[in-house]
T-cell receptor, first 113, second 112 residues
Framework: GAGVSQTPSNKVTEKGKYVELRCDPISGHTALYWYRQSLGQGPEFLIYFQGTGAADDSGLPNDRFFAVRPEGSVSTLKIQRTERGDSAVYLC???????????FGEGSRLTVL | QKEVEQNSGPLSVPEGAIASLNCTYSDRGSQSFFWYRQYSGKSPELIMSIYSNGDKEDGRFTAQLNKASQYVSLLIRDSQPSDSATYLCAVNGGSTLGRLYFGRGTQLTVWP
């Protein structure tokens, strides 16, 4: 029983670069979420997918952030023109149908220099 | 803005004691409440969910919910050093089931 898998675990990039973070949810979980956690803070919601579509993207901070889930399983979070303020741990979570219980992956730590 | 407030901590208790963690929330419409445990450098792990007023027990953990007071708590009985972690309170908001609002967490240390 594999959990939520996220890659890369660590990403260091330079300001202005483009990054992609990948998430593979638990098999059978139709709902997938992206959260972001800064040091000393709780996770903050970014976007929610039900199947292939983004059902709620109201947490994305600006239009540099975008996420896709083309086949209803793996999702990619894309950040354009990265800024130092984007540095955080990006957490992916999935949940069983009809449940609000989130199961988190180990996260991708993004550092923008 | 939906707010979730937790004791700032850190909370330090001796092994075998009861640790009490508290959380208040601002949105009266919230229906689902969760406690997550987060070890340093790790991701949050769900330990308790509660949906109705009253107590819910699971092993050494008891979650308590009082919707009228907008208050959720977590009791850890017979605390162990392995319970040392940050405990995050999370509350759902809006129509998206898994759209949770998290508190900043309370850091718990259990000393032997």
């Amino acid at each position: 029983g594999a959990g939520v898998s996220q890659t890369p675990s660590n990403k260091v990039t330079e300001k202005g670069k483009y990054v992609e973070l990948r998430c593979d949810p638990i098999s059978g979980h139709t709902a997938l979420y992206w959260y972001r956690q800064s040091l000393g803070q709780g996770p903050e919601f970014l976007i929610y997918f039900q199947g292939t579509g983004a059902a709620d993207d109201s947490g994305l901070p600006n239009d540099r952030f975008f996420a896709v889930r083309p086949e209803g399983s793996v999702s990619t979070l894309k950040i354009q023109r990265t800024e130092r303020g984007d540095s955080a741990v990006y957490l992916c979570a999935s949940s069983p149908p009809g449940s609000g219980e989130l199961f988190f992956g180990e996260g991708s730590r993004l550092t923008v220099l | 803005q939906k707010e979730v407030e937790q004791n700032s901590g850190p909370l330090s208790v001796p092994e075998g004691a009861i640790a009490s963690l508290n959380c208040t929330y601002s949105d009266r419409g919230s229906q689902s409440f969760f406690w997550y445990r987060q070890y340093s450098g790790k991701s949050p792990e769900l330990i308790m969910s509660i949906y109705s007023n009253g107590d819910k027990e699971d092993g050494r953990f008891t979650a308590q919910l009082n919707k009228a007071s907008q208050y959720v708590s977590l009791l850890i009985r017979d605390s162990q050093p392995s319970d040392s972690a940050t405990y995050l309170c999370a509350v759902n908001g809006g129509s998206t089931l898994g759209r949770l609002y998290f508190g900043r967490g309370t850091q718990l240390t259990v000393w032997p």
